[in-house]
């Protein structure tokens, strides 16, 4: 019931919400794309990913420098594109990865996205560097414009939304199930004859594209991209809003992210320490609430 | 031959440096299983600390010798306090509290000391330089690279010769053993923890009249010290002081020959090290 | 290389295998060959090396000499899934099931990968009919029908064991590796165990550690007992229980 409530909502919202409002429940839902995939390389893959942003970063810079550069590219194929490359880095990158155990893996997934936010930094001539690529083309969508608020919501609104179907879908299919299995006990998993490796490649190449998408979708929405979009920065903040909102959860991943875009928005304004305030969170919640807002929520029902 | 020399030395200072700071990370891994995120921002603790001491006294050396132990005890503090709650938890609670923690303290120092860089003097005693193959060489870099060797040498008879060595090492190559023996663990990390964090905390004392102290200096050296430690092998001093050596060369030579991308030499050993041997060099646990 | 053209003798088969751990040998010079159909039970005091032994078979350790051979082909070292899609499957001494998953989808996770089922993204498992036949039949031979919907990890330990049995089989292997099945289990929980392992192991091959001689005796027909990590003797139970050094080392001591 609370579905169709909030679902009626999510239409309505261009019509009760002021535009800046608007702007960041639109933030919000980009940002819960990318939240669930770290969230699910966690709960399904037993995966800890340090360094997410690297797919998210890749995936805007990717269709960006396509918007640039491709004449006539569609916004559609932009945001494809994001998606494809960060799908491919994940596939090439997870080929590697995958044969690391749990702390290797976590600092090196950190260890490849600081190589790849150096990279991006210091080839200016291509990515800007620490100036960023603005100016890029924002393409009609069907002869529909993205440049109206309402439309580019309703928009990332319908991918974002297919995405986490596609997420959720998942679990109940034969290939989520391995993936369950091998986070409940991967040591039989292996026994009873699933190939863990492969599992855990296909995870972190469908995370990749996932993350790649909202990374290109948030492009377009800051209308703007610069380091801060691959860094450690960007990294951390997707930890913060897979775990604040739960990381056992299905929707945590959105509750945390309507949290993280409000709670640095406000806070900003605060104060320059913000990020104190979220070291904080961090610890706080692991201390009393491991199991996130969600996880309080369903305790006192 | 002079320009090899020179690139040596920095490269083994610079690796000296990097293996101070490693040292502790991997050696608490290596008894605790806990990876401690906010390591390096000890290490900025202890470049700090000595900044407010050589303000306030005056006197580096009083510093070098105050300073690791209060980081050493802030270590303490934050295992007995925080971490020792999440150990059951597992090693997701353990990297989520420990990167909070680096950026409390990172934020912390920002808030106390402010965001500019604030240069720490290096001392009178060491201020002059040394002639090596007919360059002028800083003598306080040499100091540098002097001083953490006899702490590797330290750190080595303490493990080879005394009881308290051999037993980390037995606890390093079976922690089950390690309860067997009786000792009583949450005394045991606890100390750990806090050799761990000293050990941060000199290599932030030594480091700071080389590089000075800037807010930033944890998250800079967070990944050449994940990156010493992973190739290394976590867990593995061994592997720290092979690795720190092997990276301080190639970052001092890579910058020679390719300033822009230098940073990508020590990934590619990285990567290539962990292709052949996924545990790293010295590592336990493949 | 003549062999490769007929059907190898045994269906497992070690060879020259030697095992040390830091310079402690812990199996010398193991020759073994298990047959088709056969039931072996590998007995011995605690710390003989069976344990290891079984761990070597599956590849969790590497021997420090000599081979291992499934239907020919060298098994030294594979990896588990390897393993399991020639035919290969283990239980464990301590209970290694799916927790976190009912007892319907740890059954059903070894149906799907009896039946290749590995990498599909597309269908819904709700709606695999087939498969949810096959995984109610085997839970119904294991006496588990009825829990079905149960958390694994919350199944009294005689249940939790028969699931372990069942896991072990579901993938149909020819060969069937048990490690101590009765471990932990009152004189009428083994009486059902060994009545479900005979069933379900009917018609395979299986080698079975075990402590306790009564359920040696009434499974198997070939027994070889381990003794500080050699093989001390090896024949059919009758040859067994007469030979004199076995009788010394190990039948003669009181085994709970």
């Not at chain 1, 690297?54 to 805007?60: D, E, N, S, T």
């Not at chain 3, 003794?227 to 004199?244: C, K, M, N, T």
Request: hydrophobic share 50%; glycine share 10%; with cysteine.
């Amino acid at each position: 019931m609370a579905g169709i409530g909030a679902g009626v909502l999510a239409i309505l919202f261009p019509y009760i919400l002021p535009k800046f409002q608007l702007r960041m429940v639109t933030e919000i839902i980009i940002m819960a794309l990318f939240a669930m995939t770290w969230k699910m390389l966690l709960n399904e893959g037993g995966l800890f990913s340090f360094g997410h942003a690297l797919y998210f970063g890749l995936g805007a810079y990717a269709s960006v420098l396509g918007w640039l550069h491709i004449k006539g590219l569609s916004f559609m194929s932009g945001i494809f594109l994001g998606g494809l490359v960060a799908g491919l880095v994940g596939l090439i990158l997870g080929a590697f990865l995958v044969r690391m155990s749990g702390t290797y893996f976590a600092l090196l997934t950190l260890a490849f996205n600081q190589l790849i936010w150096a990279i991006v930094w210091k080839w200016r001539d291509v990515t800007g560097g620490d100036d960023g690529l603005g100016k890029f083309p924002k393409p009609d969508l069907l002869g529909i414009s993205m440049k109206n608020p309402a439309n580019f919501y309703y928009v990332s609104l319908i991918i974002v939304g297919i995405c986490l179907f596609i997420c959720w879908y998942f679990t109940r299919t034969p290939l989520g199930n391995v993936c369950v299995s091998i986070k409940s006990n991967e040591e039989r998993a292996k026994f009873i004859g699933f190939n863990v490796n492969a599992s855990k490649l296909i995870l972190l190449t469908l995370t990749g594209f996932f993350s790649g998408i909202s990374g290109a979708l948030y492009a377009q929405f800051q209308e703007f991209i610069a380091t801060s979009t691959i860094d450690l920065g960007m990294s951390t903040n997707v930890l913060f809003m897979a775990f604040i909102g739960g990381i056992g959860y299905f929707w945590g991943p959105l509750i945390g992210s309507g949290i993280f875009v409000y709670l640095s928005e406000y806070l900003s304004s605060f104060t320059d320490r913000w990020e104190f305030i979220f070291g904080l969170i961090f610890i706080v919640i692991v201390l009393f609430a491991p199991q996130g807002i969600l996880g309080i929520v369903k305790r006192k029902k | 031959m002079e320009t090899f020399v020179i690139q040596f030395l920095h490269g083994l200072v610079y690796g000296m440096l990097l293996f101070l700071v490693s040292s502790g990370l991997t050696l608490v891994f290596g008894m605790m299983s806990v990876l401690n995120i906010a390591h390096a921002s000890f290490y900025m603790l202890g470049a700090y600390f000595s900044y407010q001491m050589l303000k306030m006294v005056g006197n580096f050396w009083a510093g070098l010798i105050v300073c690791p132990i209060l980081v050493g005890f802030l270590g303490i503090l934050m295992e007995r306090f925080l971490l020792r709650r999440v150990h059951a938890g597992g090693h997701v609670q353990e990297f989520v509290i420990t990167f909070g923690i680096l950026f409390v303290i990172n934020e912390s120092v920002k808030w106390i000391w402010g965001t500019e860089p604030l240069p720490v003097p290096i001392p009178p005693a060491l201020s002059g330089s040394v002639m090596i193959v007919g360059s002028i060489y800083p003598a306080y870099r040499l100091f540098i690279l002097f001083f953490s060797l006899c702490v590797l040498a330290l750190m080595a008879y303490v493990l080879l010769k005394t009881r308290l060595g051999i037993t980390v090492r037995a606890a390093v190559s079976d922690r089950d053993m390690v309860s067997a023996l009786g000792t009583n663990t949450p005394f045991v990390f606890m100390l750990v923890m806090g050799i761990g964090t000293w050990l941060a905390g000199l290599a932030g004392v030594i480091a700071g009249p080389f590089i000075s102290t800037y807010p930033g200096m944890a998250l800079e050296i967070l990944v050449d010290c994940f990156v010493v430690t992973v190739t290394g092998g976590l867990g593995s001093l061994l592997g720290a002081v092979v690795a720190s050596f092997l990276i301080g060369q190639l970052s001092s030579f890579g910058i020679l020959f390719i300033p822009r991308f230098a940073i990508v030499f020590a990934f590619l050993l990285m990567a290539i090290v962990l292709i052949i041997k996924p545990s790293g060099l010295f590592g336990e646990k493949a | 290389m003549a062999e490769s053209a007929e059907k190898p003798k045994n269906l497992l088969e070690l060879k020259g295998i030697y095992k040390d751990f830091e310079g402690l040998e812990v199996l010398f010079d193991i020759n073994l060959g298990i047959r088709e159909g056969e039931r072996h039970a590998i007995i011995g005091p605690n710390g003989a090396g069976k344990s290891t032994l079984f761990n070597l078979i599956t590849g969790k350790y590497l021997p420090s000499r000599g081979g291992i051979f499934l239907k020919g082909q060298d098994i030294t070292g594979a990896n588990p899934f390897k393993l399991n899609r020639m035919g290969l499957a283990r239980s464990f001494q301590i209970t290694n099931i799916f927790r976190t998953m009912t007892v319907f989808e740890n059954v059903r996770n070894a149906i799907l990968s009896k039946n290749k089922i590995r990498y599909n993204m597309f269908s819904r498992l709700s709606k695999m009919n087939g498969i949810n036949e096959e995984t109610e039949r085997i839970l119904a031979q294991i006496g588990l029908l009825e829990r079905k919907n149960e958390l694994a990890g919350e199944l009294a330990h005689g249940h939790q064991r028969a699931l372990e049995i069942g896991l072990t089989i579901a993938t149909d292997p020819e060969l069937i590796l048990l490690d101590e099945p009765t471990a932990g289990m009152s004189a009428e929980e083994t009486r059902e165990a060994v009545k479900l392992i005979e069933q379900v192991t009917e018609g395979k091959t299986l080698v079975i550690v075990e402590h306790d001689m009564e359920v040696v005796f009434s499974l198997a027909n070939r027994i070889t007992v381990i003794y500080y990590g050699e093989v001390l003797a090896s024949g059919a139970p009758e040859e067994i229980r007469h030979d004199q050094k076995v009788k010394d080392a190990y039948l003669g001591e009181e085994r709970e």
